[in-house]
């Protein structure tokens, strides 16, 4: 036995991923599975979220993430998003010693730059 936890991943985020055809889901890049579990993990503990253990591969575009992070319709989660996916980021950039990102959007800046309304549009997990 065991202890299962079931979230929702909000429709703006879902994308078939490589592979994918009309059956077959497809396999997320890597820069889209490090978002989604950024996203994930500041959905259910909130604030401050780490992982142990981060090892990005070659080729890795944090911008990516950035523009995955700029599709969560809810202000607050994408701030809180935000700031663990550079903390998680930088994490892996110091471990590696090599990884050279282009400078990252503050939580702040993503939050303005956002295009969309997020009021009364929460985002829950």
Partial sequence: MGIFYVHHL?????????????????????EKACFDTVYLLSVVHGKSVALLEVELPGGFNSGQVDYWVAKVTSARLRFVVARNAARLLDQAAAAAGAIKRPKRLSPATLLCRCG??????????
């Fill in 10 to 30: 909000h429709p703006d985020l879902f994308e078939a991923g490589e592979g994918a055809t009309g059956t077959q889901s497809g396999v997320a890049v890597p």
């Fill in 116 to 125: 969309r309304a997020s009021a009364g549009r929460a985002v829950r997990g």
